[in-house]
């Protein structure tokens, strides 16, 4: 059977500025906490960085006419905060704004859609040295940022996204400290969330008022399924305390304007969440154009059975601190099933579930899947061509889920695959390859998987054939 998806669903890939741009000293750019992070030692495998990445601020034209070639009709890219604006304050640097002015007018002129995400991770160095997101002034920042982005790219770009999966930003980057700037505290994430929350509402507001009414201003989310183990109330007690930390300590204040009265019982040995000021939520309650959603695999959890530490197998990396404070003891399970290379199992019902829980949750806002796919460990054959079957497996598999979820009555506009290229997978360097297009990181050739021929026949039609 041939799947066929709504006239106008966009079909784009993502990316982000410190696992593709490379160029990490040029033009008056500054490091953010995943250069410093990554040139920790022991904190990425082998050592990896961004220095160099992809290369893709010199060779963006390449790549463009690359997207071109394959039929892609967005591309989801990051700007790189500490490029514009190095000290992540005051005025920005002109060189960094008019690289992402080419990047743009590069895609326009390819006929590629841009859409731009303002923070995926790469905090100016400067303001982790002022305390980074647990404090306040960062969010006020970020606004500001926003604001000088908006005012530079506003007449070009339509499709704006304020944050990249805050979850990831705020409990593995202050509470595992797997991702930059590596802290392992247990009340900061809680802080970094609400200012990352608050970040959103109030880079929202400064955009809104320097793009054109035609702007979508959305955010990424990276929602998480979460199974219980068994149907025992304690189980479904871990569910429900993981489901709080993941999901609705964003989509509470995001959509409804309030923490959950769980969250806050949950955490009360932590904070009496003070730092959440009169007013705060209901600038975070901006309303959106979009919601993005990204998703990989499903989470099963269990409450701990021994007293030791629970097992964490939450497939977020291996640290001995958790990223789930106040829950600490709640038990990560492998799921059932084929995995990837990350250890990700494959379970396109999540990703079903997940559509039609923000149907529910947040009527009337269109969906767009910001985020899927999966890393293989594919290798150039002899004749030089990428077999990834794998690849091509999940994602037909995931979007005959999407497709099932618009028939279910999900408002689904768009699906942008990560990655198109292989780049810097965070803590795993370059060991993991999300790209359906292959990466010789020595010499910067891109040879397209055949996932990248699928995929591109896919965004040229619109229809998923089956297998
Ligand atoms: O590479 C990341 C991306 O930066 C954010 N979402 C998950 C991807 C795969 O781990």
Redesign the pocket.
């Known amino acids: 059977m041939t799947l066929t998806f709504p006239p106008g669903f966009l079909w784009g890939s993502a990316a982000?500025s410190y696992?593709v741009e490379g160029a990490a000293q040029e033009d008056g750019r500054t490091p953010s906490i995943w250069d410093t992070f990554s040139h920790t030692p022991g904190k990425t495998l082998g050592g990896d960085t961004g220095d160099i990445a992809i290369d893709q601020y010199h060779r963006f034209r390449d790549d463009v006419r690359l997207m071109s070639d394959l039929g892609m009709a967005a591309y989801r890219f990051s700007v790189s905060w500490s490029r514009v604006q190095p000290t992540g304050r005051g005025p920005a640097v002109q060189r960094g704004l008019d690289f992402y002015r080419s990047l743009v007018d590069e895609l326009l002129a390819a006929g590629i859609q841009p859409a731009l995400t303002l923070y995926?991770?790469d905090l100016p160095q400067e303001l982790e040295n002022t305390g980074g997101w647990p404090e306040r002034e960062t969010a006020e920042r970020f606004a500001e940022y926003a604001g000088i982005v908006a005012e530079a790219l506003g007449d070009r770009v339509e499709f704006w996204i304020t944050l990249?999966?805050p979850w990831?930003s705020a409990f593995l980057g202050y509470g595992s400290g797997v991702h930059a700037p590596g802290r392992t505290e247990r009340l900061a994430p809680l802080r970094a969330a609400h200012h990352l929350n608050l970040a959103h509402g109030l880079g929202a507001q400064a955009l809104r008022a320097a793009l054109p009414a035609r702007a979508q201003i959305a955010i990424s989310l990276?929602p998480a399924v979460v199974r219980p183990l068994t149907q025992q109330p304690q189980d479904l007690d871990a569910q429900r305390r993981i489901d709080a930390l993941a999901n609705r300590v964003f989509s509470g204040p995001l959509l409804r304007g309030a923490y959950p009265s769980d969250l806050i019982a949950d955490t009360a040995a932590i904070t009496d969440w003070s730092f959440v000021r009169d007013g705060d939520l209901a600038v975070i309650k901006h309303p959106l154009d979009a919601l993005g959603i990204?998703y990989?695999t499903p989470s099963l959890v269990s409450a701990a059975t021994s007293d030791g530490p629970a097992t964490r197998n939450d497939g977020h990396g291996a640290s001995e601190h958790s990223p789930w404070p106040g829950s600490e003891r709640v038990a990560f399970h492998q799921t059932p099933g084929e995995r990837t290379e990350?250890g990700w199992t494959v379970d396109p019902t999540g990703l079903h579930e997940l559509l039609m829980r923000y149907t529910r949750e947040a009527p009337g806002v269109p969906l767009y899947i910001t985020?899927n796919g999966a890393a293989y460990d594919d290798k150039p054959d002899a004749d030089g061509v990428v077999h990834d079957p794998e690849r091509i497996d999940y994602l037909r598999a995931h979007l005959a889920a999407a497709h099932r979820a618009i028939a279910d009555g999900a408002d689904l506009r768009g699906y942008f695959l990560?990655?198109l290229m292989d780049n810097f997978?965070?803590a795993y360097g370059y060991s993991k390859r999300?790209g359906a297009v292959y990466v010789d990181y020595a010499t910067q050739t891109r040879v397209p998987k055949a996932s990248a021929h699928w995929y591109g026949q896919v965004a040229r039609t619109g229809e998923v054939a089956d297998a």
């Open positions: 982000a696992q995926h991770w990249n999966e990831c990276n990204n990989y990350m985020e990560w990655s997978e965070w999300f």
